[in-house]
């Protein structure tokens, strides 16, 4: 049997690989029902949650899926491709496609909405996005996760704020909402590419507060990472168990915001933002 099935392998591994997600999704709904179990397992991962196979190391998704790391090289292969790494970038492309720069987003709307962009459609869109995002962002995150965010940014001496690109607006109010409430933080701007910097004099008193989401701004990852080894307590906000940030948070909380148009709302994470300081003031009220 085992020599059945790595000859079955062998063979689909002559055909060419798919150089796209569609072409890849379609290959694999194809060849489902002669998949060996364990593939079929992987192959169902992969298209359930193509942004964890876009970001995720080979351990880390091996786990997610329960399967061996041996068997994402096997799978690839079987599929015509090099290794792990080349299935893994027709993911990445992936998401390159689903967020094109704002030019061809605005493009989209108008071949979407016919020449001329009403402004009512555009309200709509945006506003039902929203819904979308906070909806599912209270079903995301878990009381406790949120109880120990607050918990820890609560025992913090001075918390820092990472965020960077779309996410910026949100850490900015952070800062001014921590700063209202007479806890003291600190906003990374990163200005000068200083960040690194200024959030060198943390130590684990503190706390940092990072939030980043797909494509995740490397930045934000790196000056998390860095505080996390000098033992600074890092509470996350990301889209993904896969994300960057996971890795080095204490605690994490998740945020998959919809979008209309490809351009992402952000009202789920101005919403968490808003009950994380809150809620930090209150704790610390508390004594």
């Not at 990445?92 to 496609?97: G, I």
Request: hydrophobic residues 45%; aromatic residues 8%.
């Amino acid at each position: 049997m085992e020599s059945d099935r790595s000859m079955g392998e062998a063979a689909a591994a002559t055909s060419e690989a798919p150089d796209n997600f569609d072409g890849l999704r379609s290959l694999l709904l194809s060849r489902h029902d002669a998949m060996p179990k364990r593939l079929k397992q992987l192959a169902a991962f992969a298209l359930q949650h193509p942004e964890d196979v876009a970001f995720g190391t080979v351990a880390g998704i091996a786990e997610h899926a329960g399967v061996q790391p041996s068997t994402l090289v096997r799978f690839a292969k079987s599929l015509g491709y090099d290794g792990f790494s080349h299935l893994q970038q027709i993911f990445r492309d992936r998401l390159r496609e689903r967020f094109p720069d704002y030019r061809e987003r605005l493009r989209g709307l108008r071949d979407a909405e016919g020449h001329h962009v009403h402004a009512v459609s555009l309200l709509e869109g945006f506003t039902n996005a929203a819904a979308v995002s906070l909806e599912r962002m209270q079903a995301s995150v878990r009381p406790e996760e949120l109880s120990r965010a607050i918990e820890t940014l609560a025992k913090a001496d001075t918390v820092y704020l990472l965020g960077a690109r779309r996410v910026f607006p949100v850490i900015a109010y952070c800062a001014y909402a921590f700063g209202k409430l007479g806890m003291r933080a600190i906003l990374i701007d990163h200005v000068g590419q200083l960040g690194p910097e200024q959030l060198a004099i943390a130590t684990k008193r503190d706390a940092v507060l990072a939030i980043s989401f797909t494509p995740y701004a490397p930045v934000t990852a790196d000056l998390a990472a860095a505080a996390a080894q000098r033992n600074v307590p890092v509470v996350a906000i990301t889209d993904s168990a896969f994300s960057p940030l996971v890795t080095n948070a204490d605690v994490w909380l998740e945020v998959a915001e919809a979008d209309f148009g490809a351009f992402r709302s952000l009202s789920a994470s101005f919403a968490l933002a808003m009950a994380l300081a809150v809620g930090t003031a209150e704790k610390r009220a508390e004594g």
